[in-house]
């Protein structure tokens, strides 16, 4: 069976961060999409929090009517970003858990014990023809319970993995890298569309992607940061490079 192509998600919220600092218009996020896209995203991701501390209503809606590829709307599960996407009519949603005491997101949707809740959400936005993923855990019970609501996609938190990686706890990585293979192969038998993010670097992200159920990444914070030294563009074609460099050895498997 042919390996699928990865697809690369790029996320534009901390190009929004750095305008917020100071105020004004600059740097423009959808400006920052164009760039990505331009260099080789397959789509780009938009996290409009509660406090709106990046991203704010107006790029959602500049990002839908300025770019030509799918926008990704990440978003809590609550009836105020329900009613925004729904009006947006992004391609798809990602439920994402939510918090304002933290600095990015922390951890997974719990759907195990959150499914009364999320379950109507998933359902209302599949109506409206919004493809809908859940930002989790690679856990067996998460994974089962998504299934269950029928949200078509997951993503995988591999924040765990890349932060014991960077650290030097071998023993962490191995422990978390056998939780992602395994989580991911898990999904995919239940016919989920399997994807990942969070904290993914040019070494991570080339790795992961030698899993062939794994079909998309999302990745912004390091982009963005890398930006700072080498451009947008630049490091945007080195992430597909090395994204590319992965998938490559599973072909020759």
Same mark, same amino acid.
């Given at each position: 069976?042919?390996?699928?192509?990865?697809?690369?998600?790029?996320?534009?919220?901390?190009?929004?961060?750095?305008?917020?600092?100071?105020?004004?218009?600059?740097?423009?996020?959808?400006?920052?999409?164009?760039?990505?896209?331009? /260099?080789? $995203?397959? =789509?780009?991701?938009?996290?409009?929090?509660?406090?709106?501390?990046? %991203? !704010? &209503?107006?790029?959602?809606?500049?990002?839908?009517?300025?770019?030509?590829?799918?926008?990704?709307?990440?978003?809590?599960?609550?009836?105020?970003?329900?009613?925004?996407?729904?009006?947006?009519?992004?391609?798809?949603?990602?439920?994402?858990?939510?918090?304002?005491?933290?600095?990015?997101?922390?951890?997974?949707?719990?759907?195990?014990?959150?499914?009364?809740?999320?379950?109507?959400?998933?359902?209302?936005?599949?109506?409206?023809?919004?493809?809908?993923?859940?930002?989790?855990?690679?856990?067996?019970?998460?994974?089962?319970?998504?299934?269950?609501?029928?949200?078509?996609?997951?993503?995988?938190?591999?924040?765990?993995?890349?932060? /014991?990686? $960077?650290? =030097?706890?071998?023993?962490?990585?191995?422990?978390?890298?056998?939780? %992602? !293979? &395994?989580?991911?192969?898990?999904?995919?038998?239940?016919?989920?569309?399997?994807?990942?993010?969070?904290?993914?670097?040019?070494?991570?992200?080339?790795?992961?992607?030698?899993?062939?159920?794994?079909?998309?990444?999302?990745?912004?914070?390091?982009?963005?940061?890398?930006?700072?030294?080498?451009?947008?563009?630049?490091?945007?074609?080195?992430?597909?490079?090395?994204?590319?460099?992965?998938?490559?050895?599973?072909?020759?498997?």
């Amino acid at each position: 069976m042919p390996v699928p192509h990865l697809r690369l998600g790029v996320n534009i919220d901390h190009v929004a961060t750095i305008r917020n600092a100071r105020g004004g218009i600059h740097p423009d996020p959808v400006r920052a999409a164009k760039v990505a896209i331009a /260099a080789g $995203a397959d =789509g780009i991701t938009a996290h409009l929090r509660e406090d709106r501390r990046h %991203i !704010r &209503d107006d790029d959602i809606a500049r990002l839908k009517a300025a770019i030509d590829k799918p926008l990704n709307f990440e978003m809590a599960a609550t009836d105020e970003m329900v009613g925004i996407a729904l009006q947006t009519n992004p391609y798809a949603t990602c439920l994402v858990p939510e918090k304002r005491t933290e600095r990015t997101t922390e951890g997974g949707l719990d759907v195990a014990r959150q499914h009364i809740v999320l379950a109507p959400v998933v359902t209302e936005l599949s109506r409206a023809g919004i493809r809908v993923s859940l930002f989790i855990a690679p856990e067996r019970p998460q994974i089962e319970m998504a299934a269950a609501i029928r949200a078509p996609v997951v993503e995988i938190h591999v924040g765990a993995w890349c932060e /014991a990686l $960077a650290t =030097g706890n071998a023993r962490s990585a191995e422990t978390e890298w056998q939780r %992602i !293979r &395994d989580g991911a192969a898990f999904a995919k038998t239940l016919g989920l569309e399997v994807h990942a993010g969070h904290g993914l670097d040019y070494a991570t992200a080339e790795v992961i992607a030698e899993l062939p159920e794994i079909v998309e990444l999302n990745i912004g914070h390091f982009l963005v940061g890398e930006s700072v030294f080498d451009g947008l563009s630049e490091t945007v074609t080195k992430m597909r490079a090395a994204m590319d460099r992965g998938r490559a050895k599973v072909r020759r498997l």
